[in-house]
């Protein structure tokens, strides 16, 4: 079998975690696999040299930050390659460049658009295991570039589909995907299974376990992903594609996302043109709109609102500052304490009511709904920030996706 094995930052924190890894690659290469490790910085490390970069200039050169930040990756790679050798296992690292993962030129979030595989399969047949830093690609004009926060699972997805893989097993802190974040809800169950759908809408509503793209690449070329611990043993969880014998419940995660800010405009014109002006604005300057709501319009006035990444927030607050000018407005009002709770599921098909039950579940609990928006498998709403981690618990439960208590106090 050829494998794509991926480690992500706690799994490679220190040399004796790096010694472990380098156990577990041995161990599947002893039972006849060839094997193509992927790498993540060692925790904390991307964020120290961002930080380092910021304390110069708050607005760093983004070709300069790729070729900082891909360095962490790199420091891995060879402590691996290194460790490996050590223990007389032969093995080679293969950096962005000579592996030819070749990406277009958005720097700190480029696309992978191909991957030569010739460079790394010579290396894999001489008997190598081949370690590759995640999260850093080259463009055509050689330049480094990144892969965007958490890349290096994509890294991973796009060389086992380049490479024809059998399985790409994504090593991380948890041991699966949960129902919902573990860290936040205690009573979270690991799913066995969960299809590619129902994980990408999962990854894009806030559960990081694994990065969008790289998702989008398993489901676009049909590789499975088994998403396992790399500090015990367990069966993880399989992301594949739907089949017809997956659990059929209404709701199979719940999500929380509080990396988006919230932009109200009252009072504007309801007539043709204005919403295209508004988002035209945000487009033209590269800002990715999320949850759009439009109130009803009352004598020919009505409210906008809208999210947005935390990062964009400020620039497209001013965006909407000048836009108001122009049309015309009562009051541009930013909200950044907000927490997007979604639910997801591919039973929401076939179950009626879900969202008239989770808009009663977040009452009950006394938390007020902002803004609505919903997909075939997906409910989500905006609340106030505070609220985020409640209302993913007390979905959680009512939805019955609350694990048994065990031990004492059960
Ligand atoms: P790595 O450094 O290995 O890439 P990440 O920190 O990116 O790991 O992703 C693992 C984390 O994802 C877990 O520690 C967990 O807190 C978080 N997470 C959020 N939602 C979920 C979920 N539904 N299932 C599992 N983990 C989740
Ligand atoms: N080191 C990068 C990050 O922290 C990429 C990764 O770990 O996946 O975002
Ligand atoms: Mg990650």
């Known amino acids: 079998m050829l494998v794509v094995q991926k480690y992500g930052g706690t799994s490679v924190a220190d040399l004796e975690k790096i010694s472990n890894v380098a156990k577990r690659v041995i161990e599947y290469r002893e039972n006849d696999n060839d094997v193509i490790v ?64 070749i990406t277009d030129s958005s720097h700190t979030s480029a696309r992978i658009s191909r991957i030569e595989k010739n460079h790394i399969m010579s290396e894999i047949s001489k008997g190598k295991v081949v370690v590759v830093p995640g999260f850093q690609g080259v463009d055509e004009k050689g330049n480094i570039t990144t892969l965007g926060r958490g890349g290096s699972d994509t890294s991973a997805v796009a060389l086992a589909a380049a490479l024809n893989a ?33 994980m990408l809408e999962m990854a894009s509503l806030g559960a990081k ?52 800010v919230k932009i109200t405009i009252s009072k504007v014109p309801d007539m043709p043109g204005i919403a295209s002006k508004i988002f035209t604005a945000l487009s033209d300057a590269g800002v990715i709109v999320d949850v759009i709501v439009q109130n009803v319009s009352r004598d020919n006035f009505t409210d906008i609102t809208f999210t947005v990444a935390k990062t964009d927030g400020r620039k497209a607050y001013k965006l909407m500052e000048d836009v ?87």
């Open 209 to 260: 376990v694994l990065q969008i793209r790289s998702v989008e690449f398993a489901m676009r070329y049909n590789v499975p992903i088994l998403v396992k611990s790399s500090f015990t043993d367990g069966e993880g969880t399989l992301v594949c594609k739907e089949v017809s014998d997956m659990e059929k419940m209404e709701v199979t995660g719940v999500t929380h996302n509080k990396n988006e």
């Open 324 to 410: 108001a000018k122009e049309i015309g407005v009562e009051e541009v009002a930013l909200d950044e304490d907000i927490a997007k709770v979604s639910i997801i599921g591919l039973g929401m098909r076939s179950h009626a009511g879900v969202a008239s039950k989770m808009f009663s579940v977040l009452a009950k609990e006394g938390i007020n709904i902002e803004a609505i928006t919903t997909s075939e498998i997906k409910i989500s709403c905006v609340v106030e920030g505070k609220y985020g981690e409640l209302a993913v618990r007390a979905l959680h439960k009512a939805f019955g996706l609350d694990s048994e208590l065990v031990g004492e106090g059960a």
């Open 166 to 198: 059998d399985l790409c097993e994504i090593y991380t802190d948890v041991d699966g995907v949960y129902t919902a974040d573990p860290n936040v809800c205690d009573r979270a169950r690991r799913l066995d299974r969960i299809s590619y759908e129902e």
């Open 38 to 101: 992927v790498v993540s910085a060692m925790a904390g490390e991307t964020d120290k040299l961002l930080n380092l970069a910021h304390s110069i200039s708050k607005t760093p050169d983004e070709r300069e930050i790729d070729v900082l930040i891909s360095t962490g990756e790199q420091i891995t790679s060879a402590l691996l390659a290194i460790t490996l050798k050590n223990m007389f296992c032969d093995a080679i690292s293969i950096l962005g460049h000579q592996a030819k993962i």
